[in-house]
């Protein structure tokens, strides 16, 4: 009987340990793997890589935003990338079902979100629970550059980035503001004097080393890694825009000091600023619908550079294009939208210049401009005698504004831009100008032969 009372003891104690073994063996595969993104071997049929740093943060981040209904999308170039590749699969893929984590795991110092900052409802609750769930997280604030043409608002200060840090990986989140325009726009990363220079590489970010300007994206849900996000419905469109994105603010303070002394609100004045912005747009559309690039030129750049508005005096609107970029539609286009040619000077591979009529007897002039060595240049034909024009220019790139509610192109070296044109001296308004003569930057560029009159002057 002793016997027998000591096998049945043995076989409980066996019978115990065996199953509190498959209790912890259950308890990790099902509590300590999904909490920490463990991964074993893929040849057992287990998820791969979910035990990487960088998918612990995202999950956690993905988490937070979740749980405070913040809106975020993945603006991150690297992952974008690496998702465009595959985007039909990945969007055919259903939320658990992911084995491998192939994004989200890629080695790196961040991964870039984006929140547009009308539809944040609790700042200040998101930052505790990020706090909370063991994120350290730095604020970048700046003043709002909207309000710099409002004395009583000017300096007053939005959130630009937040950087959130779990264990050696950290969010990026760039906060995107509403513009006038109709567009997103985010600031710089400027970091203030106490800030902590080794929290993260800043270096290294993506988004933050200038102000940047996007169109507003429109947005999908998709799986990744087995986190749902939202990307950009067209991520090559974003991913094109990221290089080409620098923003550079009006001179607002500048432009109240000019119109201090210098304001003309005559009723002339605001007809032609009604007029001039009206053609502005719809050239604006026009070319946009051709993908044709263009930029504030001459005295229009002029205008948004010294005054932040129109000069009404000029009668016109200046656009530049470079000369790789003309289309041969380009003038059944506008045409189309009802302006009509009134001259076109030169040819495609010298000197063109094109001049449409607008309403109210407001011209749309667009010069083309070459590029050389070591600098650009448009021309000019003089129509009564042939004689042809070339305004010299140092290169410049371009970057974006905001004019006349718009976001728009300008010469990203502005001032070098205007003081070829204007001389040091474009801070004074001149009335009277010739442009055979003023430009400090016009060379005799020779006579057009009088057999290709008809060809290279054509007034209407």
């Not at 939005?158 to 997103?184: D, K, T």
């Not at 290089?243 to 210098?262: T, W």
């Not at 504030?296 to 016109?316: A, E, F, H, M, V």
């Not at 000077?345 to 011209?363: A, C, P």
Request: aromatic content about 14%; glycine content about 6%; charged content about 25%.
């Amino acid at each position: 009987m002793s016997r027998i009372n000591k096998n049945v003891i043995l076989a409980l104690l066996t019978l115990t340990s065996s199953a509190f073994l498959l209790f912890q063996l259950y308890y990790y595969k099902h509590y300590i793997s999904a909490k920490n993104g463990a991964g074993v071997s893929k040849s057992k049929g287990n998820r791969i890589g979910f035990d990487s740093t960088q998918w612990r943060a995202v999950k956690k981040f993905v988490m937070l935003t979740s749980s405070q209904n913040v809106p975020v999308f993945l603006i991150d170039p690297l992952i974008l990338e690496l998702i465009n590749k595959d985007l039909e699969q990945v969007k055919n893929i259903s939320h658990g079902s992911t084995s491998e984590c192939k994004f989200f795991c890629v080695p790196r110092d961040f991964t870039a979100f984006a929140l547009r900052y009308h539809l944040w409802k609790n700042e200040e609750g998101w930052f505790r629970t990020a706090e909370n769930m063991g994120f350290q997280c730095l604020k970048v604030e700046s003043k709002d550059p909207r309000l710099d043409g409002i004395d009583s608002l000017s300096g007053t200060e939005i959130p630009l980035h937040y950087i959130c840090r779990l264990a050696n990986h950290a969010i990026h989140l760039v906060v995107f503001h509403e513009r006038s325009g109709n567009y997103l726009w985010h600031g710089h990363l400027r970091l203030k004097g106490r800030v902590d220079r080794k929290f993260v590489p800043f270096r290294k970010l993506q988004f933050g080393r200038y102000p940047g300007a996007f169109d507003r994206p429109e947005l999908q849900q998709i799986t990744v890694d087995g986190l749902e996000v939202l990307i950009p419905k067209d991520p090559v469109h974003f991913l094109e825009e990221i290089p080409h994105s620098r923003f550079i603010e009006c001179r607002y303070k500048e432009a109240r000091a000019f119109f201090q002394y210098l304001d003309d609100n005559t009723v002339e004045a605001m007809a032609f600023r009604k007029s001039a912005k009206e053609l502005l747009q719809l050239a604006a559309r026009t070319l946009k619908k051709l993908g044709v690039r263009f930029w504030l030129s001459s005295g229009t750049c002029l205008g948004w550079y010294r005054q932040c508005n129109i000069i009404p005096y000029s009668k016109d609107v200046d656009l530049g294009i470079f000369i790789q970029d003309y289309k041969s539609d380009i003038i059944s286009a506008f045409q189309d939208v009802g302006l009509p040619l009134k001259h076109k000077f030169g040819k495609v591979e010298d000197s063109l210049e094109l001049s449409f009529q607008g309403k109210d007897d407001v011209k749309l002039d667009i010069f083309f401009f070459y590029e050389e060595t070591d600098h650009m240049w448009n021309g000019g034909t003089q129509a009564k005698t042939g004689k042809k024009f070339k305004y010299l220019f140092p290169k410049f790139t371009l970057c974006w504004t905001e004019f006349v509610d718009m976001k728009i192109h300008v010469p990203c070296e502005t001032t070098d831009y205007i003081e070829a044109n204007y001389g040091k001296t474009w801070k004074i308004p001149v009335k009277t100008w010739d442009w055979k003569r003023s430009p400090p930057n016009v060379r005799p560029n020779g006579v057009w032969p009088i057999s290709e009159w008809d060809e290279v002057i054509q007034l209407y």
